[in-house]
């Protein structure tokens, strides 16, 4: 290794830093470490005259390292990478030390942020040392698509593509396409058919030139990465010829609660008490009926139903409290005289239209009554023979503190949206996460939301979360426009800082195999050695983290590295 | 007369720090070999075997003796003395062994402090009656005269933490046929590595070795101790829930504990890119724990006995952790 000629410099950020930081005390303090050559100070780094005094000085100086200490890496990191590279040494021989969020900005004694600060700037100079130049990478896009699930998010993607002149393999598990819109009668809050708005739809999708649409078809198998993947599908249980495209979307939606394990409710006992998604049906054949064919003179509609209850699903589904509204619409205008109960828990109307739609219901003779999610569920039972209604619901009604009867002859369970009980397949087939509500995760919750940490797998529509139509097409839009920008390109940028197996230190145990979230990592029989495969590869670190044989390496976050680092910040005593 | 026989013989010591003494016992297991050692160089210093007095050593020239093989730990002044004497008067000084190498057994030592193993030793153990409270002092007047004995440290050291070291050779004990290779390498002068490797011992660690079944299918729901389980003598011991050190332990050995149907102790320490067994071991062990919620890992976790003293057995001093913070 050549030797190390490091340049410090330590940024003011106007008042930002210097004001709890002795910037010059940093600055004079770690001019005296090996292998540092200078040691400046300036007000704003991140300005022009900041990095061009790096790179002046990279150049006179010959320097072979940079540290800049100043705000968080995740701002300005590929800031003075960049200026590095323009001074023509590589991006990744700089390190930056993080005095503003960690130091500056938490702290309220300026002796003690000093020092900090000192710890900060000598730890990231010890490992800056054990830098070692990394080469950038990127791979080709293959401009196909493929988009999992054929409901309203997957379809919306897939003719944003399409319609962009790229081809879409869109395929689907069921006979048609539509997905769980496909069973509502009425839209909220506007009441418009869903019909009318889907049938169109899969017209445009099924004769769409650029979209092959695969019914009854399954997803066997995905290999390759971000760019280059192949599939194997399965049509009716017979395999159907490979296919290949540069990206994917998972738009495999959720399903409705099975409520039946809720004994309160007695769901499946009595035939009519019936899920909000069996009422779609109803109200789609037009007719609202009791199973005995007689119109129903009291309805209760119970909301929150396996939501919002730890002992079901911890979360809210979102949409249920507008849909329970719009059935009032519904009800009232086909049984004027009907009773109708809207049995809640809380009333959600977060949405735009959503809290006008929710007063513009109440004028609609209704009672609504509310119950204590926490405390104690309402309980149906069957009303005696004198009583003139089938059942009765039991509950505490938490806004008169009263304990009630309510005479009902059908009752519509809100239920939940809850995750495809084969969604840990799909997940492991494509290379997702789920967190613990078994909802895909997002590569950033706010700035990155149809993303994942899997390069080139996107995920839309309710399988990263219960929402209504406009979120699901508004995702399914956004994750199309991501697709189309790296197909625009033609090539991704990969990761750099990816894991390497040394073959000669590998003793075959395995244990990095199962713990890589990216299917990175598989056993070469013929070597007998772990094999990662760098364009799979995030950098994560896991597989190194876990290698009892020190034989996994992570570039940029060597043993080396990292020791460094630690004995740095560890080598100052006060 | 054979040319052999007219080149000076080499000069070899085997000196003892605190060890059990069966390092020296894998010098002599060496067993007809022996004489072929013995052939090529002169024991001039090795207390096991032949009686050699301090003074002895202290008048030899500087690095007259060619190989030196020091085991055991340093743990005393008497041990710290040896080493810096030894040191001084070899050309070779080889850390034989586990404990001269990382610390080994008496290495875990350094998960106590000198007064709580004295406390220990002298007062509470079962079968102690101390009354009076007498604990072992370096100098004791008494009328008839004064009797010294070496200083006992605080911590337990490895070699390499006292004085310079030239090669390791690993194991508890090494095996005596690395033995000899390094041997038989010193006396040929050919094929030793650069200062500071580890000889006889392999690069990589003891499953390239190992015969049993190894797949990525490593989730334990409990660990075991080998005599609660039924091993099935053919699968990964780590993949039936018995902690085995071999994916964290230099080959070398011949893997004859896993051989044996016993699982690998981790005598022969890391391999050259982990500088920490123990932190390795239970990072990988972490990663098999098949549990979801925070209780039930709690749980897994509790079945592992003693696991400072399982994973750090032989390499406490010289890991990274080095010792418990007292």
Same mark, same amino acid.
């Given at each position: ?396 009604? *938490? ?6 009867? &309510? #005479? $009902?002859?059908?009752?519509?369970? %809100? /239920? +939940? ?66 697709? *189309? ?6 090539? &991704? #940028? $990969?990761?750099?800082?990816?894991? %390497? /197996? +040394? ?72 | ?326």
């Amino acid at each position: 290794m050549e030797e190390p000629r490091i340049g410090v410099y330590v940024c003011w950020c106007g008042t930002n830093i210097s004001k709890m930081v002795d910037v010059e005390a940093v600055t004079k303090e770690v001019s005296t470490l090996p292998y540092v050559v200078l040691s400046k100070n300036y007000k704003y780094m991140c300005s022009d005259p900041g990095q061009d005094l790096i790179i002046k000085d990279i150049k006179l100086h010959n320097l072979n390292r940079v540290v800049v200490a100043a705000c968080s890496p995740r701002i300005h990191e590929l800031t003075f990478r960049n200026a590095c590279e323009k001074a023509g040494i590589n991006p990744y021989l700089f390190e930056m030390a993080n005095i503003r969020e960690q130091d500056s900005w938490v702290h309220t004694d300026r002796n003690e942020a000093t020092k900090k600060a000192i710890d900060l700037v000598i730890a990231a100079i010890r490992r800056v040392r054990f830098h070692e130049p990394l080469q950038k990478r990127s791979v080709n896009v293959d401009p196909a698509t493929l988009i999992i699930g054929g409901g309203i998010s997957g379809m919306t993607a897939a003719l944003e593509i399409a319609n962009a002149g790229k081809q879409v393999y869109l395929v689907e598990r069921a006979d048609h396409l539509g997905g769980q819109v496909a069973r509502f009668d009425l839209t909220f809050p506007h009441l418009s058919s869903a019909r009318q708005m889907l049938l169109p739809m899969i017209r445009k999708v099924e004769n769409h030139p650029m979209i092959r649409v695969y019914l009854k078809t399954e997803l066997q198998e995905v290999k390759g990465y971000i760019g280059n993947f192949r599939a194997r599908l399965q049509f009716m249980g017979t395999d159907q010829p490979e296919i290949t495209f540069g990206n994917i979307i998972a738009a495999v939606g959720l399903k409705p609660f099975d409520p039946s394990v809720i004994e309160e409710y007695s769901y499946g006992k009595f035939p009519d008490v019936i899920t909000s998604l069996e009422f779609e049906d109803k109200l789609r054949a037009g007719r609202i009926l009791t199973k005995y064919g007689k119109e129903p003179r009291n309805l209760a509609i119970i909301h929150c139903v396996g939501s919002r209850n730890k002992k079901y699903h911890e979360y809210c589904s979102r949409v249920c409290c507008m849909v329970a509204l719009k059935f009032v619409h519904e009800i009232r205008a086909a049984l004027p005289d009907a009773n109708i109960f809207e049995i809640y828990a809380d009333m959600r109307a977060y949405g735009k239209g959503h809290e006008e739609f929710y007063a513009m219901t109440t004028h609609k003779q209704i009672i609504f009554l509310m119950y204590d999610q926490q405390k104690r569920l309402p309980v149906i039972r069957e009303a005696h023979r004198d009583d003139d209604c089938n059942m009765l619901i039991e509950m505490s009604e *938490l806004l008169s503190g009263i304990d009630i009867e &309510v #005479p $009902v002859d059908m009752v519509i369970l %809100m /239920v +939940n949206m809850e995750a495809h009980d084969n969604v840990r397949d799909v997940v492991r087939t494509i290379g997702v996460s789920l967190c613990g509500n078994q909802f895909f995760i997002e590569k950033h919750p706010k700035l990155d939301p149809v993303a994942t940490t899997t390069g080139g797998v996107y995920i839309v529509g309710t399988c990263q979360g219960p929402k209504d139509i406009p979120d699901s097409v508004s995702q399914a839009k956004a994750a199309a426009a991501r697709i *189309l920008g790296t197909i625009a390109q033609g090539s &991704v #940028p $990969v990761e750099v800082t990816t894991a %390497m /197996v +040394n073959e000669s230190l590998c003793c075959g145990c395995q244990t990095c195999i199962s713990v890589c979230p990216y299917t990175a990592v598989s056993f070469d029989e013929i070597k007998k050695v772990s094999v990662v495969n760098e364009v799979l590869c995030k950098g994560c670190g896991t597989c190194g983290g876990c290698c009892p044989a020190g034989a996994i390496t992570c570039k940029h976050f060597t043993d080396r590295q990292i020791l460094s680092e630690i004995e740095g910040i560890m080598s100052m005593s006060y | 007369m054979s040319q052999e026989t007219i080149k000076p013989k080499l000069k070899l010591a085997v000196y003892w720090g605190a060890a059990c003494g069966g390092c020296c016992v894998s010098v002599l297991d060496t067993h007809e070999k022996l004489l072929d050692i013995v052939a090529a160089a002169d024991p001039v210093f090795w207390p096991i075997a032949m009686d050699v007095k301090y003074k002895d050593v202290e008048n030899m020239p500087d690095k007259s003796i060619d190989l030196t093989l020091f085991n055991g730990a340093v743990r005393n002044s008497e041990n710290k003395h040896m080493a810096e004497l030894l040191r001084q008067k070899s050309k070779i000084l080889v850390a034989y062994g586990s404990c001269a190498y990382m610390g080994g057994i008496p290495g875990l030592a350094n998960f106590f402090s000198k007064d709580e193993i004295f406390k220990r030793a002298y007062e509470e153990t079962e079968s102690t009656v101390n009354a009076e409270h007498v604990i072992p002092l370096p100098l004791v007047t008494v009328k008839e005269g004064s009797l010294e004995i070496p200083v006992m440290f605080n911590d337990v050291f490895p070699l390499n933490q006292i004085v310079d070291v030239d090669y390791y050779i690993p194991g508890c004990p090494p095996q005596s046929e690395r033995l000899i290779e390094v041997f038989t390498a010193v006396v040929t002068g050919t094929g030793l590595p650069p200062a500071g490797s580890v000889v006889g011992a392999n690069d990589k660690t003891n499953c390239d070795e190992c015969k049993r079944k190894k797949s990525d299918n490593k989730k334990v729901k409990r660990f075991y101790r080998p005599w609660e389980i039924q091993d099935d003598k053919e699968t990964c011991f780590i993949e039936q829930g018995v902690i085995c050190m071999g994916p964290a332990t230099r080959g070398g050995c011949g893997v004859r504990c896993v051989d044996g149907n016993s699982p690998c102790r981790g005598c022969y320490g890391p391999p050259s890119g982990a500088s920490d067994p123990g932190a390795k071991m239970m990072a990988a062990i972490g990663t098999m724990i098949d549990a979801n919620n925070p209780g039930e890992i709690d749980e897994i976790i509790e079945t592992i006995v003693d696991p400072a003293g399982l994973f750090y057995r032989f390499s406490l001093p010289g890991s990274i952790l080095g010792r418990k913070v007292l």
